[in-house]
């Protein structure tokens, strides 16, 4: 992880004559020419100066100082983070948000219902809603104890707030009147200071580092962010907006802009303008956290509305929340999903076109890529609501028969002459931060080239399936809470045996297996952990691509079946559509008005998919040699168990 950062002393030098700002342009923007006129150019040249006299009035030249540290919590970058020692020798973290602010608005004109929210004037007597300063701080704090890889395995670091309003002689608008509740949040309204104050945060500094930690500013200089795991227990955080719900840089991104479109839906209302149809996009990859930004929308309306709803008191009918909101979150298909967000979060999800409310204001539609007649399913849509939003990946479409691409949505809002607005989520979260699983998948799928797996996800190939299913029930006897599980392609039929899924193994009795359960029981299925998942068998029931779509595991093992191989004369991936024993597949993928590029990009986006389920280890078992010799090319850890 790349960071800047450099002593106060040297830091103040260079901003006099502005080589820190172009300093930090570089690093944000690397070769692109400087723009003098950029707003966060000119923030720089103007508050870091200001901030580093104070700094060094407080005696702190030598310690080092932090500029535009990543914090992925909050879509951005921390301001300014400067390291040092108390006098009890522990080292201090001072995480700095910097304001060019001199007011803010009323929050009772402006229609801030939260204490989190910030009207700032921008021009014209209009304003801007921001996040509060203290808010960013506390959720700076949130982020480094959880992600940050120096903070956590350190044995003794205070990570304190400061807010530095360099242009406001007031600062305590922000935690006064409307915005008492701050006030009492521990330190953080003592951290707030002003123009006037300068004298009192200098006194502040002196009291609280005393010296630097170089030992310490090496090891925040090489931390990485160690993503705390995304699944579906976050639901709940989401709906009940909870900071652990963990939205994180472009989720927040994303999220904000909702906020911003649901506020200005509510302006038109109260003035009674005519609120115009809109369409928002959300593209993501397998593990971006679709589900869990689209069911923040909701928590976003409500907070936005000033809805009066507990969703901890919700039981499993739809009716009793929708009932209440006037927004719903929907599925295409997707049962298993559907199972186990009810399980999870008590809310029994309606699937598009069936009992959806006459007139919302707002349908968010998850798992979109599934809709299988776009036209159709946005027409209903737009007749009870001006507001979609749509999340979807293109490559998780698994029938040639569905439609719900980028592509496709974009064209029906220009045959409706609907605004749209396209945006896209690229951080993964399955598998950790910094890992690049689906983008080597990508490559191996889409467009065959070279790239290295770079991945905190252990990735082994099994020589057989005995030692596949081996490796998942060691790791459940090891890991209480580990959900794990077989997964496969419909190269068998769905018998509704105990013997549906039956593998040849040389030197071996037969692989024996069935299918996951019918719907009712697939959330039980779903939820199973550690050993009580051998004792109840329900790690020995396989997940196809229709009920594990959607989902994660911790450990997943896959079995690649003998319906999509490599081809090494043709080097080009084949279908074979005699393996295929899904019925409904097979006569799709056998259907000569579907093209043949279709088809096989419907199989690169079934494997793709089972693939990008878990989010410790992926085991692969082939059947196939020359698949198996070709994959591993780019997935490299092989390991013939």
Not at 338 to 354: A, F, G, K, M, Q
Not at 559 to 569: A, H, K, S, T
Request: proline share 3%.
């Amino acid at each position: 992880m790349e960071v800047i950062y450099k002593t106060v002393a040297e830091a103040l030098q260079l901003s006099k004559t502005n080589q820190l700002a172009k300093l930090l342009w570089r690093y944000e923007h690397n070769d692109k020419e400087i723009d003098v006129n950029d707003g966060e150019y000119k923030s720089w040249c103007n508050s870091l100066p200001k901030l580093l006299e104070v700094l060094s009035a407080s005696g702190l030249d030598d310690n080092e100082i932090f500029f535009e540290y990543p914090a992925i919590s909050t879509g951005g970058r921390i301001d300014a983070v400067l390291i040092g020692k108390n006098h009890l020798g522990a080292s201090i973290l001072l995480t700095i948000e910097l304001k060019q602010w001199e007011r803010i608005g009323d929050p009772n004109e402006q229609g801030i219902t939260s204490v989190t929210d910030v009207a700032v004037p921008i021009a014209n007597n209009e304003y801007d809603i921001r996040r509060h300063p203290l808010q960013q701080v506390r959720m700076y704090k949130d982020d480094l104890e959880r992600n940050n890889s120096a903070v956590k395995t350190a044995t003794n670091v205070i990570i304190e707030p400061l807010v530095f309003l360099h242009n406001c002689d007031s600062p305590e608008q922000l935690i006064s009147g409307f915005y008492q509740p701050w006030s009492k949040q521990s330190n953080l309204g003592k951290r707030l200071f002003g123009r006037k104050n300068k004298s009192e945060l200098i006194n502040s500094l002196k009291s609280m580092i005393i010296g630097p930690d170089h030992d310490f500013t090496l090891a925040f200089s090489q931390a990485e962010y160690m993503l705390t795991l995304a699944d579906l227990s976050g639901l709940k955080a989401a709906l009940e907006g909870k900071e652990n719900a963990d939205m994180i840089q472009d989720q927040e991104k994303v999220d904000l802009f909702i906020q911003k479109q649901i506020r200005i839906m509510k302006k038109l209302r109260q003035t009674g303008e005519k609120i115009p149809k809109q369409l928002i996009i959300i593209s993501g990859q397998p593990g971006t956290g679709k589900t869990i930004v689209g069911l923040h929308f909701l928590y976003d309306y409500v907070r936005i509305f000033q809805k009066e709803l507990d969703f901890t008191q919700v039981n499993s009918k739809s009716e009793n929340l929708f009932d209440k909101v006037n927004a719903v979150f929907v599925l295409p298909r997707s049962k298993t999903v559907h199972e186990v967000i009810d399980n999870r979060v008590n809310i029994s999800v309606p699937y598009l076109n069936t009992n959806l409310p006459r007139k919302t204001d707002l349908i968010i539609i998850d798992e979109a890529h599934r809709i299988q007649n776009v036209n159709e399913d946005l027409d209903v849509a737009f007749s009870r609501t001006n507001l979609v939003i749509v999340l979807q990946d293109d490559y998780q479409r698994v029938l040639p028969s569905e439609q719900g691409t980028v592509a496709s949505f974009i064209k029906y809002a220009r045959s409706r002459r609907i605004k749209y607005h396209y945006e896209e989520l690229t951080v993964q979260k399955r598998s950790g931060l910094q890992g690049n699983l689906v983008q080597a998948l990508d490559k191996l799928f889409y467009d065959n080239s070279d790239l290295s797996l770079d991945n905190s996800l252990d990735v082994c190939v099994y020589s057989d399936p005995y030692e596949l299913e081996k490796m998942l029930k060691d790791d459940a006897m090891k890991y209480p809470q580990h959900r794990n599980k077989l997964v496969a392609p419909f190269d068998w039929e769905w018998k509704r045996t105990d013997a549906d899924i039956v593998i040849e193994v040389k030197g071996k009795p037969n692989f024996v297996k069935a299918w996951n359960p019918m719907a009712g029981k697939q959330a039980e299925w779903y939820e199973a952990k550690g050993l009580a998942s051998i004792k109840s068998g329900a790690i020995d029931k396989v997940g196809c691509i229709y009920t594990v779509q959607g989902l994660e595991f911790d450990v997943v093992g896959c079995i690649w079946g003998l319906d999509f191989r490599w081809n090494e004369v043709k080097q080009d991936w084949l279908v074979y559509p005699s393996y295929i024993k899904d019925k409904r597949l097979k006569r799709l993928i056998e259907d000569k008005q579907i093209s043949e590029l279709d088809k096989k990009i419907v199989m690169k986006n079934i494997y793709r998919v089972l693939l990008t389920r878990s989010t410790k280890k992926l085991g692969i078992y082939f059947q196939d040699e020359a698949t198996k010799k070709h994959v591993c090319q780019y997935l490299l850890k092989e390991r013939n168990n």
